[in-house]
């Protein structure tokens, strides 16, 4: 047993020496650094002579002066006696060992022919029919809602003194006054006390109001019914995609758009016209069919960015020059630059051009694709594809700083669906501001700080904001829509 391990002793001194060892030069075995034992026996394998510099040699090579050298030299051959010979023997085995890696070639090499010979590119234009269903708009629930809450008007009515506390008179003389000193208008407390005792008081004013609500069954005043969004009908842009082959056979092929100019739409308004009540020239009471304020009119624009991704395979072999194809795409579309028009701003009653923003949710969608490829040549093809997505999506419209009057596109088109009724909330608003404007002489001061005010209209719904803690005037009201596009898209490419 001590005669093997003598033997493997001295054979491992003869690859690697020691560092008492004086042979000049020393051998790497094919198998390793070490030559192969086998149960402390030595296998006969023939050594590769590869010669292995002393370290001494190695380390006189490097920068005799830098300290970094210096350093690097004393922890070397701070190793032990064995160590620097053998990372001499190493470095020297690496240096012959990489010539001959390199001349096979790298795996990433193979990887980056592979993915060229099944990736393609195509540009061209994309075009967009668009068929849109639209919802009613209508106001969110609680304070940044309806206007005007039945609830909250019949607080304002009442026949106790405007010198009563907590009156309805009585509140509404405050937020006159609240009114006043916020738009600094002048004015005696006796002019606002008469015009708050009339508000809440006179038959004509907000009592009439209060009991119109109540027979046509309005909870509220709000946002008119049936107003509706209609987008744009075709929308057109250019795009660079990419795709991937996923079989050898060019059948089965994922493709996107990477590179797209954004697609611009707009939406304009359409709503039922509605029946008013107006005073003729004579000063009667006249139903009229009036259109709806906004009919036609732009009210909003937007940009959309809508990453594509499609699927599916081509008919065929790879060498046909005429290959269908079927497919289904998916799209996420991003609306962004969303804004709203003066036009709308000044229906819903915003104070200030801006005040009224805009913002449409995000939506995803997928349907079938349908198309084919033809080669021109054999580097250059022609595609069409025609494909279907619906999107779901939701517009919502927040207006800061509202105020309101008789002249407000939205207060006009409160009237009626149907001709003949009775009770017309456009008409009523119509007659009290008119039948307020003249209780007292004309001209007097009272007058005078009565159209400051703006009239019961501008009054009645500034009181109502304060009222129900909206003192900064601003709602919200959202519109619901499924947006149905059908989709063309014409380009040219070829395989990388």
Not at 32 to 47: A, C, D, I, M, Q
Not at 155 to 169: F, K, L, Q, R
Not at 216 to 244: E, K, N, V, W
Request: glycine residues 10%; contains cysteine.
């Amino acid at each position: 047993m001590s005669e093997r391990r003598t033997q493997s002793l001295t054979t491992r001194s003869t690859c690697c020496p020691s560092a008492a060892t004086s042979d000049p030069g020393h051998s790497i075995h094919q198998g390793g650094l070490w030559p192969p034992f086998s149960l402390g026996k030595r296998v006969n394998t023939p050594p590769l002579r590869v010669p292995c510099p002393r370290p001494e040699a190695l380390l006189a090579s490097w920068h005799p002066v830098h300290p970094g050298s210096q350093i690097f030299r004393r922890v070397f051959m701070s190793m032990g006696p064995s160590f620097p010979r053998l990372a001499a023997c190493a470095l020297v085995w690496l240096s012959a060992a990489v010539p001959a890696a390199a001349a096979e070639p790298s795996l990433s090499l193979k990887i980056s022919s592979a993915l060229r010979d099944r990736t393609f590119w195509n540009a061209g234009a994309i075009h967009v029919n668009v068929q849109t269903k639209s919802g009613e708009t209508y106001d969110v629930d609680g304070p940044n809602g309806k206007v005007l809450p039945l609830s909250l008007l019949q607080t304002m009515v009442g026949g106790a003194t405007v010198d009563t506390p907590g009156s309805p008179s009585n509140r509404l003389f405050n937020d006159i006054l609240r009114m006043m000193a916020q738009d600094g208008i002048t004015g005696s407390e006796t002019d606002a006390k008469d015009i708050a005792r009339n508000m809440a008081r006179f038959a004509n004013a907000l009592p009439r109001l209060s009991a119109t609500m109540s027979n046509l069954g309005l909870d509220a005043l709000g946002t008119p019914p049936g107003i509706r969004g209609q987008a744009s009908r075709s929308m057109s842009t250019g795009g660079i995609s990419l795709g991937y082959y996923l079989d050898d056979d060019h059948q089965w092929a994922v493709e996107t758009y990477v590179l797209a100019a954004p697609l611009t739409t707009s939406v304009t308004a359409t709503g039922r016209p509605r029946y008013r009540v107006v005073l003729d020239g004579d000063g009667q009471e006249v139903e009229v069919l009036s259109p709806f304020g906004l009919e036609g009119q732009q009210i909003l624009s937007s940009k959309l960015l809508p990453p594509t991704v499609m699927f599916g395979r081509y008919w065929g072999s790879a060498s046909s020059r005429f290959r269908p194809y079927t497919g289904a795409l998916a799209m996420y579309a991003i609306f962004y630059d969303t804004k709203a028009t003066p036009a709308l701003n000044a229906y819903v009653g915003g104070s200030n051009p801006g005040d009224t923003s805009v913002s449409i949710k995000n939506a995803f969608g997928a349907g079938p694709m349908l198309g084919f490829r033809y080669a021109l040549n054999d580097s250059w093809r022609v595609n069409f594809s025609i494909g279907s997505v619906k999107l779901k999506t939701q517009a919502t419209l927040v207006t800061r700083n509202s105020r309101f009057d008789k002249n407000t596109p939205a207060i006009l088109d409160l009237g009626n669906d149907q001709a003949g009724l009775v009770d017309n909330v456009t008409g009523v608003i119509l007659a009290g501001e008119g039948l307020l404007a003249v209780r007292g002489a004309d001209g007097s001061s009272r007058s005078r700080l009565y159209d400051a005010l703006g009239g019961i209209t501008a009054i009645t719904t500034r009181a109502a904001q304060s009222f129900s803690g909206n003192s900064s005037g601003t709602y919200v009201r959202k519109t619901d829509t499924q947006l149905t596009n059908t989709i063309y898209m014409l380009s040219i490419g070829r395989d990388f």
